[in-house]
């Protein structure tokens, strides 16, 4: 054999050895990636042993400041991606700038903020700030708002073993959207991290029960019906399904132990006692299908924007569930409640009615943005009417019974402000187009970050409840 036929075999015997250990390792890789889909499971939250009212995340384990249970301060955030996250921490940011007199002592109107109920693109900012206080000045800009988080999520759902995971039925695309949020951005923090800081302001992060089209919020009040314990549950999990937008993520998973742990729910719930309203009646059978673990032993949760978008319901349930705001202050250890304040922080943008210039029949997205749109557009609407309507009508009633009550009481009425921050609510009709055109998206140009910090403290400023607030909180 000549020395170019020798060459040539070991060429193509080398070749040959090097196309099998090439194929031993895709063999090794696809045993991998599917041994991962196989074994990928979401992280289960775990039972409550015991039924204890005393324990975990809830507002009256949070401490208040002295001599404060006199003023009630309700901020919420909406969703709307970062759009409604930039918008929430301008909001935030001229709270901690605002001076007030309380007791006669100087403070800011920051420090005054007892609850941040908040739904979707909303819970980045209140989660963040719930737990890291005063450093979301510093950091929450680089680490969430002037970030690539939609292109950094992408890459992490395309990568192939994240692909393989996601093709598990007990392992969704949120599920990784938790994962990265837990990495990235609040560093494995709990609600029990939370309960432990004891100060407020109390968060309420709200996602919506799928099967039930409620609200469902991240609270030990809720995970009681569930007998579990929302302590080790990631503050990262709660955003992640808060924010589940359907279609783009799967619903999140919780477990459900209700039944197993001492906890029957309020009265009117095991039947319909006389005097309880159509509303309580009502709550009355979402807690029940809640108890019965047996029939719902899985929860699978979706954006909270489906079922408020602008995070009011909570307070309007706790309101409206039992007998009214006298039981409300007291169960929030508001006896002497003087001053209830709403900060309502909405980043909704406006209806497509370029639909209506074309005769073209619309495409399948922007018929599902419609159906998706509207009905929330709307429900908002009814809902800020309903909680401003109810308030007022309690505070008078209130006041009446003050002739009836000792002086000092929480019975002896309220003012209530409410302040909304809206982009319907700018003047010039090309500033109002440029808001209400920004994508609900989870990256955004960062100049057009600093216009919608920029926004939310001169919204603000503009409302006359707000005004009428700062007046009565500068007298001695």
Known sequence: MTSAGYAGNRRRAYAALTARGAGFRRCVLLACVFSFAGCAHYPANPPLDRYDPAHGYRFTNLASPDEADDMLV???????????AALAYGVLEHLA?????RQGKPGRLLDEVDIVSSVSGGSFTAAYYALYGERIFSDFESRFLKRDVQGELTRKLL????LARVSSPQFGRI????????????????FGDLAAQGRRPFAMINASDMSLGTRFEFTQDQFDLLCSDLSSFPLARAVAASSAVPIVFSPLTVRNYGGKCGYHGPEHVAGNPRGTTARQIYKAAEVRS??????????????GGLTDNIGLRGMLDRVASGNGPLELARTMRLERLRRAVLIVVNAETAPDLSLDRREAVPTITQVFRAV?????NRYSFETVELLKTSFEGWAGQMRKQNEKQPAGGA???????LAEVTFDAIK??????????IPTSYTLPAETVDRLRALGPRLIEESADYQRLLHDLQRK
């Open 74 to 84: 309700v901020v919420t955030f909406s969703g709307g991606g970062t759009r409604a």
């Open 97 to 101: 700038r605002t001076e007030i007199v």
């Open 159 to 162: 990568a192939p073993v994240n």
């Open 175 to 190: 599920d990784l959207v938790a994962e990265y949020l837990d990495d990235e951005i609040f560093d494995h923090a709990t």
């Open 290 to 303: 809640y108890l019965d673990s047996e029939t719902r032993p899985y929860l699978h949760l979706l954006d």
């Open 372 to 376: 998706k749109d509207i009905p929330i």
């Open 411 to 417: 019975e002896a009425g309220f003012d209530f402000y």
């Open 428 to 437: 010039d009709p090309a500033e109002r187009d440029f808001f209400r055109g």
